[in-house]
């Protein structure tokens, strides 16, 4: 049980365009969702939390203009990158939890994006 | 403000052999701690945590970790190494949101 996915687990683009990452709860309702990145040989870095049904909490110095999310049901929270730069570049790790920020939270396996 | 320290970016052992990866956090109320591993390319796996009640905590694939208040330590052992164990290894404290340590790579010899 407590399954997360993400598509695509890899993806490159062209700089100026736009990408957009799912993340999925298989087997459990998440309430709550997170969206990390991780640079590489670094820890992850939270991004934002998003509320089922609500608007998404940006971390201090996430550009919420430029890093879309959205959690429109209970199983799915996507995240679109703006505007690509090659700076964009990361892995991105999407986590669900049952409730709260505090509670367990579930990973899916990641998505490495380039930007050329 | 929480934070998570681990000792040592990378941690080498011989196969059968001990092995601690060390954490140390920092925070004004007794955080939730958790220790998660991460292959290459792939998201974190959880390997156990410690919400409240026991302090040893035992987890998947041999390993347990200890939560020592007075040291603010939350430190993961396994008493024999296995080559399959060469990942990397996060300790995290959530007491509001998850915070992470800068991870520790585990090598494994044979």
């Known amino acids: 049980g407590a399954v997360v996915s993400q598509h695509p687990s890899r993806v490159i683009c062209k700089s100026g365009t736009s990408v957009k990452i799912e993340c999925r709860s298989l087997?459990?309702?998440?309430?709550?969702m997170f969206w990390y990145r991780q640079f590489p040989k670094k820890s992850l870095m939270l991004m934002a939390t998003?509320?089922?049904?609500?608007?998404?909490?940006?971390e201090q110095g996430v550009e919420k203009d430029k890093f879309l999310i959205n959690h429109a049901s209970l199983t799915l929270s996507t995240l679109t990158v703006t505007s690509a730069h090659p700076e964009d570049s990361s892995f991105y790790i999407c986590?669900?939890?049952?409730?709260?920020?505090?509670?367990?939270?579930?990973f899916g396996p990641g998505t490495r994006l380039t930007v050329l | 403000a929480q934070s998570v320290t681990q000792l040592g970016s990378h941690v080498s052992v011989s196969e059968g052999a001990l092995v601690l990866l060390r954490c140390n956090y920092s925070?004004?109320?007794?955080?939730?701690l958790f220790w998660y591993v991460q292959y290459p390319n792939q998201g974190l796996q959880l390997l156990l945590k410690?919400?409240?009640?026991?302090?040893l905590v035992k987890g998947i694939n041999g390993f347990e970790a200890e939560f020592k208040k007075s040291e603010t330590s939350f430190h993961l052992t396994k008493p024999s190494a296995h080559m399959s164990d060469a990942a990397e290894y996060f300790c995290?404290?959530?007491?509001?949101?998850?915070?992470f340590g800068t991870g520790t790579r585990l090598q494994v010899f044979p």
């Open positions: 986590s669900a939890s049952t409730s709260g920020r505090r509670n367990e939270q579930f």
């Open positions: 087997d459990f309702q998440a309430t709550t």
């Open positions: 998003s509320n089922e049904g609500s608007k998404a909490t940006y």
């Open positions: 925070s004004s109320v007794p955080p939730y």
């Open positions: 410690y919400t409240t009640g026991a302090t």
């Open positions: 995290a404290a959530n007491t509001d949101k998850l915070i």
